[in-house]
């Protein structure tokens, strides 16, 4: 199967999903308990810029099958967006507030983008021109 | 779950290049009834924490949590090896009918485990650092965090695209084989990781 150069889109996002998962396995380790968050800031920094650069990369792509890639990733979006707020609803119940809410929300905000952006590259990268599909 | 809609099957003719035609059953990527399903139990687990109370949380975190390792370890160490084995129209046929189920009941199992075992860590002190237990708790978010990356970074995306690619009027058997590998390895990986959670898991509740 010959296949046309592609940015590493799924190993960069799988890096930015492992440092947002540590963030968050660093915070949980903590909570309910106060939280220096300085490793959890770093992580999510690394991770939102992993994620940066992914966009960057994808949207320098040629020739992609881009409405594949918005009609799925915008579905997929909504299904993580609904996770994310279900994460984050579970965290406001146990009333967590303040640096360590906004660093958890941020997390969930990358997380609940890079997912779909790998959900919707993987189906776009081997959409054939000439296919219509339903989802 | 819902099942599939299935309605008047496609004849795939240029799905195996070498070998007969083959008819594939037509399918929903994302099955809508379920999303029925799926929100009911959004909503009761909702209520579950929202309650915080004990038999609620257990009930959810015992039952997302054993309804996830077992499709894992039965789809990963039984299942994927025969899925491995099987001619391509059975594989088509077999992963029509399945995949379009996991997309909805595995995001929402893991989804209802974690979120009520959060709670439940908390209600029960497990979860503090405080608790002796505390170990095998941080060694547990390791655990699924290590799942997570799998499942969210590969394991799904690979699910979608197989569905995609089987949707088309002429499926390419190599992109199958290809996402189909990716899948089956993932879910193997995921299964033996599953049997580190059973550790765990059943620890804490020893303990």
């Known amino acids: 199967m010959s296949e046309r150069p592609l940015p590493p889109v799924t190993a960069l996002g799988m890096a930015s999903l492992a440092l947002i998962v540590a963030g968050g396995i660093y915070l949980s380790a903590h909570l309910p308990q106060h939280v220096p968050l300085g490793p959890a800031v770093a992580l999510l920094a690394a991770s939102a810029l992993l994620l940066a650069g992914n966009i960057f990369a994808l949207s320098r792509v040629r020739d992609f099958a881009w409405d594949r890639f918005f009609s799925v990733a915008r579905w997929s979006l909504l299904a993580y967006a609904v996770i994310a707020g279900m994460i984050l609803y579970a965290f406001l119940q146990d009333h967590i507030r303040g640096g360590t809410l906004v660093v958890l929300t941020l997390s969930l905000v990358v997380f609940a983008v890079h997912v779909p952006m790998l959900v919707g590259f993987t189906v776009a990268r081997y959409a054939g021109s000439d296919v219509r599909v339903a989802a | ?207």
């Open chain 2, 1 to 207: 779950m819902a099942d599939t809609a299935i309605s008047a099957p496609v004849v795939v003719p240029e799905a195996v290049p070498h070998g007969p035609p083959f008819e594939r059953p037509d399918f929903d990527i994302v099955p809508r009834r379920g999303l029925v399903l799926v929100a009911i139990v959004a909503v009761a687990l909702i209520a579950a924490i929202a309650s915080n109370k004990l038999w609620p949380l257990t009930f959810f975190h015992v039952a997302g949590g054993a309804a996830w390792t077992i499709i894992d370890l039965f789809l990963g160490l039984v299942l994927g090896p025969i899925i491995g084995r099987m001619s391509i129209p059975a594989r088509v046929e077999f992963t029509t009918r399945l995949m379009p189920k996991m997309v909805l009941i595995m995001p929402t199992v893991v989804t209802a485990t974690l979120a009520a075992g959060w709670q439940l860590g908390l209600k029960t002190g497990n979860v503090l650092s405080s608790s002796p237990n505390h170990g095998w708790i941080v060694a547990s978010y390791i655990v699924v965090g290590v799942m997570s990356i799998l499942a969210l970074g590969l394991l799904e995306p690979a699910n979608i695209a197989v569905l995609f690619e089987l949707k088309k009027p002429r499926p390419n058997p190599e992109v199958i084989e290809r996402l189909m590998k990716r899948f089956i390895y993932c879910a193997g990986i995921l299964g033996v990781m599953q049997i580190a959670t059973l550790v765990i898991m059943t620890k804490l509740a020893s303990s």
